[in-house]
Protein backbone atom coordinates (compact mmCIF):
# COMPACT_ATOMS: atom_id res chain seq x y z
CA UNK A 1 0.00 0.00 0.00
CA UNK A 2 1.24 3.66 -1.15
CA UNK A 3 0.61 6.12 1.73
CA UNK A 4 1.47 9.84 0.16
CA UNK A 5 0.11 12.75 -1.30
CA UNK A 6 -2.05 12.49 -4.29
CA UNK A 7 -1.67 13.70 -8.24
CA UNK A 8 -3.94 16.77 -7.00
CA UNK A 9 -2.08 16.88 -3.83
CA UNK A 10 1.20 16.78 -5.54
CA UNK A 11 0.59 19.64 -7.79
CA UNK A 12 -0.46 22.00 -4.94
CA UNK A 13 2.40 21.46 -3.14
CA UNK A 14 4.58 22.12 -6.30
CA UNK A 15 2.69 25.36 -7.17
CA UNK A 16 3.32 26.60 -3.75
CA UNK A 17 7.13 25.97 -4.05
CA UNK A 18 6.97 27.55 -7.33
CA UNK A 19 5.25 30.56 -5.10
CA UNK A 20 7.44 30.77 -2.72
CA UNK A 21 10.51 30.26 -4.83
CA UNK A 22 9.20 33.88 -6.12
CA UNK A 23 7.90 35.09 -3.17
CA UNK A 24 10.11 34.15 -0.52
CA UNK A 25 13.00 33.79 -1.50
CA UNK A 26 16.25 33.67 1.33
CA UNK A 27 16.84 37.64 0.17
CA UNK A 28 13.66 38.33 0.44
CA UNK A 29 13.24 36.76 3.63
CA UNK A 30 16.01 38.71 5.29
CA UNK A 31 14.88 41.86 3.81
CA UNK A 32 11.51 41.12 5.53
CA UNK A 33 12.37 39.87 9.37
CA UNK A 34 14.69 43.19 9.25
CA UNK A 35 11.50 45.25 8.95
CA UNK A 36 10.03 46.56 12.09
CA UNK A 37 6.54 44.73 11.68
CA UNK A 38 8.20 41.74 10.02
CA UNK A 39 4.87 41.18 7.76
CA UNK A 40 5.08 40.50 4.02
CA UNK A 41 2.25 41.78 1.98
CA UNK A 42 3.26 40.59 -1.28
CA UNK A 43 3.82 37.20 0.44
CA UNK A 44 -0.06 37.40 1.78
CA UNK A 45 -1.61 38.56 -1.43
CA UNK A 46 -0.07 35.40 -3.03
CA UNK A 47 -1.04 32.55 -0.82
CA UNK A 48 -4.29 34.34 -0.76
CA UNK A 49 -4.62 34.00 -4.72
CA UNK A 50 -3.23 30.59 -4.42
CA UNK A 51 -6.33 29.66 -2.25
CA UNK A 52 -3.91 28.60 0.53
CA UNK A 53 -5.17 30.78 2.99
CA UNK A 54 -8.23 29.32 3.11
CA UNK A 55 -7.60 25.30 2.31
CA UNK A 56 -9.75 25.04 5.86
CA UNK A 57 -12.64 26.87 4.59
CA UNK A 58 -15.82 25.38 2.94
CA UNK A 59 -16.67 26.05 -0.43
CA UNK A 60 -19.80 27.48 0.52
CA UNK A 61 -17.62 30.39 2.59
CA UNK A 62 -15.23 31.31 -0.33
CA UNK A 63 -12.73 28.51 0.66
CA UNK A 64 -10.69 25.49 -1.07
CA UNK A 65 -13.13 23.19 1.03
CA UNK A 66 -10.31 21.05 1.21
CA UNK A 67 -8.26 19.34 4.30
CA UNK A 68 -5.74 19.46 6.87
CA UNK A 69 -3.43 17.04 4.30
CA UNK A 70 -3.33 20.18 1.94
CA UNK A 71 -2.99 22.47 4.80
CA UNK A 72 0.19 20.63 6.27
CA UNK A 73 1.42 20.27 2.23
CA UNK A 74 1.65 24.49 2.23
CA UNK A 75 2.76 24.79 6.15
CA UNK A 76 6.35 22.51 5.34
CA UNK A 77 7.22 24.70 1.90
CA UNK A 78 6.49 27.76 4.08
CA UNK A 79 8.91 25.89 6.76
CA UNK A 80 11.34 25.02 4.49
CA UNK A 81 11.27 28.58 3.24
CA UNK A 82 11.66 30.43 6.27
CA UNK A 83 8.55 32.28 4.95
CA UNK A 84 7.49 35.64 7.42
CA UNK A 85 4.30 34.43 7.14
CA UNK A 86 2.43 32.26 10.31
CA UNK A 87 -0.15 30.06 8.64
CA UNK A 88 -0.93 28.37 11.84
CA UNK A 89 -3.00 30.89 13.40
CA UNK A 90 -4.46 32.56 10.02
CA UNK A 91 -5.43 29.49 7.95
CA UNK A 92 -5.51 26.45 10.63
CA UNK A 93 -6.61 27.85 14.62
CA UNK A 94 -8.72 30.65 13.73
CA UNK A 95 -11.06 29.79 10.68
CA UNK A 96 -11.67 26.50 12.86
CA UNK A 97 -12.61 28.38 15.58
CA UNK A 98 -14.90 30.74 13.40
CA UNK A 99 -16.59 27.73 11.94
CA UNK A 100 -17.26 25.96 15.55
CA UNK A 101 -18.41 29.89 16.99
CA UNK A 102 -20.00 31.37 14.39
CA UNK A 103 -23.65 31.03 13.18
CA UNK A 104 -24.25 30.64 9.37
CA UNK A 105 -24.50 34.27 8.83
CA UNK A 106 -21.49 34.75 11.12
CA UNK A 107 -19.28 32.53 9.15
CA UNK A 108 -20.35 33.94 5.73
CA UNK A 109 -19.29 36.82 6.39
CA UNK A 110 -16.01 35.87 8.31
CA UNK A 111 -14.61 32.94 6.23
CA UNK A 112 -15.19 34.81 3.06
CA UNK A 113 -12.38 37.79 4.05
CA UNK A 114 -10.34 35.16 5.66
CA UNK A 115 -10.17 32.74 2.74
CA UNK A 116 -9.67 35.59 0.93
CA UNK A 117 -6.85 37.30 2.92
CA UNK A 118 -9.07 40.55 3.47
CA UNK A 119 -9.18 39.44 7.06
CA UNK A 120 -6.29 37.96 9.03
CA UNK A 121 -7.44 36.61 12.09
CA UNK A 122 -5.30 36.53 15.51
CA UNK A 123 -6.29 34.13 18.58
CA UNK A 124 -5.53 35.16 21.74
CA UNK A 125 -6.75 34.06 25.45
CA UNK A 126 -5.91 34.21 28.68
CA UNK A 127 -7.95 37.31 28.41
CA UNK A 128 -10.90 37.63 31.53
CA UNK A 129 -14.18 38.68 30.75
CA UNK A 130 -16.99 40.18 33.33
CA UNK A 131 -18.54 42.99 34.46
CA UNK A 132 -19.09 43.79 30.30
CA UNK A 133 -15.83 44.29 30.05
CA UNK A 134 -12.53 42.42 28.46
CA UNK A 135 -9.44 43.05 31.04
CA UNK A 136 -6.16 40.74 30.99
CA UNK A 137 -2.97 40.06 29.27
CA UNK A 138 -2.68 37.73 26.60
CA UNK A 139 1.09 36.72 26.36
CA UNK A 140 3.21 35.27 23.11
CA UNK A 141 0.23 35.63 21.48
CA UNK A 142 1.30 34.32 17.76
CA UNK A 143 0.19 36.55 14.64
CA UNK A 144 -0.73 39.91 15.94
CA UNK A 145 2.12 41.37 14.05
CA UNK A 146 -0.25 40.51 10.57
CA UNK A 147 -3.45 40.23 11.90
CA UNK A 148 -6.20 42.68 11.10
CA UNK A 149 -8.63 41.47 13.74
CA UNK A 150 -8.16 39.58 17.50
CA UNK A 151 -10.76 36.61 17.86
CA UNK A 152 -10.65 36.18 22.01
CA UNK A 153 -11.74 33.12 23.53
CA UNK A 154 -13.01 33.02 27.01
CA UNK A 155 -14.21 29.48 28.25
CA UNK A 156 -15.77 28.22 24.66
CA UNK A 157 -17.14 31.74 23.85
CA UNK A 158 -15.40 33.67 21.06
CA UNK A 159 -15.39 37.33 20.04
CA UNK A 160 -14.08 39.67 17.06
CA UNK A 161 -12.91 42.74 17.04
CA UNK A 162 -10.25 45.17 15.18
CA UNK A 163 -7.05 45.00 16.29
CA UNK A 164 -7.28 49.01 17.09
CA UNK A 165 -9.53 48.82 19.27
CA UNK A 166 -9.86 51.37 21.61
CA UNK A 167 -8.06 49.62 24.88
CA UNK A 168 -6.42 47.06 23.23
CA UNK A 169 -2.63 47.57 23.01
CA UNK A 170 0.01 45.54 21.09
CA UNK A 171 3.57 45.33 22.23
CA UNK A 172 5.50 43.65 19.70
CA UNK A 173 8.27 40.48 21.62
CA UNK A 174 11.64 39.76 20.71
CA UNK A 175 12.25 35.93 20.02
CA UNK A 176 14.79 34.31 18.74
CA UNK A 177 12.73 33.75 15.20
CA UNK A 178 12.77 37.08 13.51
CA UNK A 179 10.69 35.70 10.36
CA UNK A 180 7.66 35.29 12.88
CA UNK A 181 6.68 37.68 15.35
CA UNK A 182 4.89 37.63 18.83
CA UNK A 183 2.86 39.43 20.79
CA UNK A 184 1.69 41.01 24.06
CA UNK A 185 -1.96 42.08 24.32
CA UNK A 186 -3.20 43.84 26.63
CA UNK A 187 -7.13 44.33 27.24
CA UNK A 188 -7.45 47.73 29.48
CA UNK A 189 -11.42 47.43 30.04
CA UNK A 190 -12.78 46.71 26.46
CA UNK A 191 -16.17 46.61 26.49
CA UNK A 192 -17.82 43.32 25.51
CA UNK A 193 -20.36 44.85 23.40
CA UNK A 194 -18.31 46.69 21.20
CA UNK A 195 -17.01 42.94 19.90
CA UNK A 196 -18.86 40.58 17.91
CA UNK A 197 -19.68 37.41 19.88
CA UNK A 198 -20.11 34.88 17.76
CA UNK A 199 -23.29 32.72 18.26
CA UNK A 200 -22.21 28.85 19.64
CA UNK A 201 -20.17 27.92 22.46
CA UNK A 202 -17.53 26.20 21.20
CA UNK A 203 -17.09 22.50 23.36
CA UNK A 204 -14.39 21.17 25.24
CA UNK A 205 -14.24 18.36 22.44
CA UNK A 206 -13.87 20.65 19.41
CA UNK A 207 -11.54 23.30 21.38
CA UNK A 208 -9.23 20.04 21.22
CA UNK A 209 -9.43 19.30 17.95
CA UNK A 210 -8.63 22.76 16.99
CA UNK A 211 -5.53 22.43 19.16
CA UNK A 212 -4.89 19.15 17.56
CA UNK A 213 -5.18 20.51 13.57
CA UNK A 214 -2.04 23.33 15.32
CA UNK A 215 0.12 20.94 16.44
CA UNK A 216 0.08 18.79 13.50
CA UNK A 217 0.67 21.89 11.51
CA UNK A 218 3.29 23.30 13.70
CA UNK A 219 4.95 19.61 12.90
CA UNK A 220 5.29 20.02 9.78
CA UNK A 221 6.66 23.13 9.48
CA UNK A 222 9.04 22.47 11.74
CA UNK A 223 9.64 19.06 9.18
CA UNK A 224 10.02 21.68 6.44
CA UNK A 225 12.56 23.80 7.94
CA UNK A 226 14.18 20.66 8.81
CA UNK A 227 14.68 19.44 5.43
CA UNK A 228 15.89 22.83 3.96
CA UNK A 229 18.71 22.37 6.58
CA UNK A 230 19.66 19.20 5.53
CA UNK A 231 19.69 20.76 2.21
CA UNK A 232 22.09 23.64 2.78
CA UNK A 233 24.29 21.38 5.13
CA UNK A 234 25.15 19.03 2.39
CA UNK A 235 25.63 21.59 -0.23
CA UNK A 236 27.80 23.17 1.67
CA UNK A 237 29.55 19.71 2.31
CA UNK A 238 30.25 19.32 -1.03
CA UNK A 239 31.76 22.52 -1.45
CA UNK A 240 34.40 23.47 1.47
CA UNK A 241 37.55 21.96 1.10
CA UNK A 242 39.80 21.71 4.76
CA UNK A 243 43.47 19.88 4.58
CA UNK A 244 42.86 19.39 0.79
CA UNK A 245 39.92 17.69 0.49
CA UNK A 246 36.08 18.08 0.50
CA UNK A 247 34.41 18.12 3.89
CA UNK A 248 31.52 15.80 2.37
CA UNK A 249 34.62 12.98 2.00
CA UNK A 250 34.93 12.53 6.00
CA UNK A 251 33.26 10.05 7.42
CA UNK A 252 32.03 12.05 10.56
CA UNK A 253 30.34 14.78 8.26
CA UNK A 254 28.79 11.55 6.19
CA UNK A 255 27.84 10.29 8.98
CA UNK A 256 26.12 13.34 10.44
CA UNK A 257 24.19 13.94 7.12
CA UNK A 258 22.95 10.65 7.11
CA UNK A 259 21.65 10.31 10.87
CA UNK A 260 19.70 13.33 9.46
CA UNK A 261 17.85 11.85 6.78
CA UNK A 262 17.38 9.16 8.67
CA UNK A 263 15.94 10.96 11.26
CA UNK A 264 13.80 12.99 9.41
CA UNK A 265 12.26 10.54 6.94
CA UNK A 266 10.04 8.49 9.06
CA UNK A 267 8.51 12.29 10.53
CA UNK A 268 7.16 12.72 6.87
CA UNK A 269 5.55 9.49 7.26
CA UNK A 270 4.27 10.77 11.01
CA UNK A 271 2.86 14.10 9.60
CA UNK A 272 1.24 12.81 6.48
CA UNK A 273 -0.33 10.18 8.60
CA UNK A 274 -1.68 12.69 11.21
CA UNK A 275 -3.18 14.84 9.30
CA UNK A 276 -4.90 12.05 7.25
CA UNK A 277 -6.40 10.87 10.39
CA UNK A 278 -7.32 14.57 11.39
CA UNK A 279 -9.24 14.86 8.18
CA UNK A 280 -11.27 11.49 8.83
CA UNK A 281 -11.52 11.86 12.35
CA UNK A 282 -9.50 8.58 13.28
CA UNK A 283 -10.26 7.50 16.56
CA UNK A 284 -6.30 7.16 17.11
CA UNK A 285 -5.63 11.10 16.35
CA UNK A 286 -6.27 11.90 20.12
CA UNK A 287 -2.62 10.45 20.59
CA UNK A 288 -1.22 10.35 17.29
CA UNK A 289 -1.48 14.26 16.85
CA UNK A 290 0.33 15.03 20.66
CA UNK A 291 3.08 12.36 19.53
CA UNK A 292 3.45 13.74 16.05
CA UNK A 293 4.10 17.44 17.88
CA UNK A 294 6.20 15.69 20.55
CA UNK A 295 8.60 13.51 18.06
CA UNK A 296 9.00 16.99 15.49
CA UNK A 297 10.41 19.08 18.46
CA UNK A 298 12.85 16.23 19.52
CA UNK A 299 14.17 15.34 16.04
CA UNK A 300 13.99 18.74 15.11
CA UNK A 301 16.38 20.39 17.20
CA UNK A 302 18.59 17.23 16.77
CA UNK A 303 18.41 17.66 12.73
CA UNK A 304 18.77 21.46 12.72
CA UNK A 305 21.78 21.05 15.82
CA UNK A 306 23.46 18.54 13.00
CA UNK A 307 22.91 20.67 10.25
CA UNK A 308 24.58 23.57 12.09
CA UNK A 309 27.66 21.63 13.05
CA UNK A 310 28.49 20.32 9.47
CA UNK A 311 29.15 24.43 8.98
CA UNK A 312 31.80 24.64 11.82
CA UNK A 313 31.85 28.01 13.23
CA UNK A 314 30.78 29.37 10.31
CA UNK A 315 27.49 27.81 11.43
CA UNK A 316 26.29 30.03 14.26
CA UNK A 317 26.75 33.32 12.08
CA UNK A 318 24.22 36.21 10.67
CA UNK A 319 25.75 35.30 7.54
CA UNK A 320 25.19 31.68 7.31
CA UNK A 321 21.55 31.13 6.50
CA UNK A 322 21.66 28.03 8.59
CA UNK A 323 20.53 30.31 11.86
CA UNK A 324 17.07 30.91 9.43
CA UNK A 325 15.88 27.18 10.01
CA UNK A 326 17.36 26.52 13.31
CA UNK A 327 15.86 29.38 15.24
CA UNK A 328 12.25 28.39 13.28
CA UNK A 329 12.44 24.64 14.89
CA UNK A 330 13.71 26.19 18.37
CA UNK A 331 10.23 28.86 18.70
CA UNK A 332 8.03 25.74 16.65
CA UNK A 333 9.19 23.26 19.55
CA UNK A 334 7.95 25.96 22.17
CA UNK A 335 4.26 25.82 20.69
CA UNK A 336 0.86 23.88 21.46
CA UNK A 337 3.06 21.67 24.60
CA UNK A 338 6.79 20.74 25.17
CA UNK A 339 7.72 17.10 24.32
CA UNK A 340 7.13 15.48 28.17
CA UNK A 341 3.51 17.66 28.33
CA UNK A 342 2.35 16.21 24.73
CA UNK A 343 3.52 12.50 25.69
CA UNK A 344 2.07 12.10 28.86
CA UNK A 345 -0.74 13.83 26.99
CA UNK A 346 -1.05 10.97 24.54
CA UNK A 347 -0.62 8.60 26.92
CA UNK A 348 -3.87 9.91 28.93
CA UNK A 349 -5.49 9.45 25.59
CA UNK A 350 -4.57 5.94 24.90
CA UNK A 351 -5.83 4.61 28.33
CA UNK A 352 -9.04 7.03 27.98
Not at 136 to 145: Q, R, T
Request: net charge negative; charged share 25%; proline share 2%.
Amino acid sequence: MEFGPSKAQRLLRDATVDLLKQSASVERVREIMETETAVDDELKAALADQGALGLLVSERYGGSGLGLFETVLVAQELGRNAAPFDLTTASVIAPLLIEAAGDHAQREQWLNKVASGEEIVAVVRGVKEGGGRFIGVSSYAAGVNQATSLLVEVGGRCWLLPVATQGVTVEQLNTIDETRRWSEVTFDGVAVSDCERLTNRVSSQELSRVAQAGQIATAADSLGACYRGIEVAVEYAKGREQFGRIIGSFQAVKHLCAEMIADVDPLQSLVWYAAYAWDERQDDIHHVAPLCKAHSAEIGYDCVTKATQVFGGVGFTWECDMHLYFKRVQVDRQLFGRPEELREQAAMAQSA
